[in-house]
């Protein structure tokens, strides 16, 4: 993970034991999505996606004292390699951010690259470090199972 400037991107990695496929497509589906957001001490998300660019995608993670909505548009969308999007949420200090997520094939599976633009308080940042860690995590879980099987 890379440390903190206001102009430098949060960088956050992990090497995931699936296909990028069927990691691509658990940042698109909605149902995926909501899912593997749901890490850390959200107890239960809910999500709507439009995978084309220019479509937009809403997920709303509810933890013990709150609901946090997040939103964004597709930017980009080349599967199975890169993904691309406008993020928002409370915790970018109200401004529109950039995340892009590259899938690189890797002989252990694929490292998946978080770069996440724009965040540009210590504390948008450090709550989004914590956040896409825990949230890989998550992603590597589902991903693993689902590349076993497909029903998972």
Same mark, same amino acid.
């Given at each position: 993970?890379?440390? *903190?400037? &206001?102009?430098?991107?949060?960088?956050?990695?992990?090497?995931? %034991?699936? &296909?990028?496929?069927?990691?691509?497509?658990?940042?698109? @589906? %909605?149902?995926?999505?909501?899912?593997?957001?749901?890490? !850390?001490?959200?107890?239960?998300? $809910?999500?709507?996606?439009?995978?084309?660019? !220019?479509? $937009? *995608?809403?997920?709303?993670? +509810?933890?013990?004292?709150?609901?946090?909505? +997040?939103?964004?548009?597709?930017?980009?969308?080349?599967?199975?390699?890169?993904?691309?999007?406008?993020?928002?949420?409370?915790?970018?200090?109200?401004? $529109?951010?950039?995340?892009?997520? @590259? *899938?690189?094939?890797?002989?252990?599976?694929?490292?998946?690259?978080?770069? +996440?633009? !724009?965040?540009?308080?210590?504390?948008?940042?450090?709550?989004?470090?914590?956040?896409?860690?825990?949230?890989? $995590?998550?992603?590597?879980?589902? %991903?693993?199972?689902?590349?076993?099987?497909?029903?998972?």
């Amino acid at each position: 993970m890379t440390q *903190f400037t &206001p102009t430098s991107p949060l960088i956050v990695k992990r090497v995931i %034991a699936a &296909p990028a496929e069927v990691i691509f497509d658990a940042w698109t @589906d %909605a149902d995926s999505f909501a899912t593997w957001m749901t890490a !850390g001490p959200v107890t239960h998300a $809910e999500a709507s996606t439009d995978p084309r660019v !220019g479509g $937009e *995608f809403t997920v709303m993670v +509810h933890t013990p004292s709150q609901s946090l909505p +997040h939103r964004g548009t597709y930017l980009v969308i080349d599967r199975p390699r890169r993904l691309s999007f406008t993020w928002w949420s409370p915790n970018t200090d109200g401004r $529109e951010t950039t995340v892009t997520v @590259d *899938f690189t094939e890797v002989d252990a599976g694929t490292e998946v690259a978080v770069t +996440h633009e !724009g965040l540009q308080t210590r504390r948008a940042w450090d709550a989004h470090s914590g956040g896409w860690v825990v949230c890989l $995590e998550a992603l590597d879980q589902l %991903a693993v199972a689902r590349s076993v099987s497909p029903r998972a």
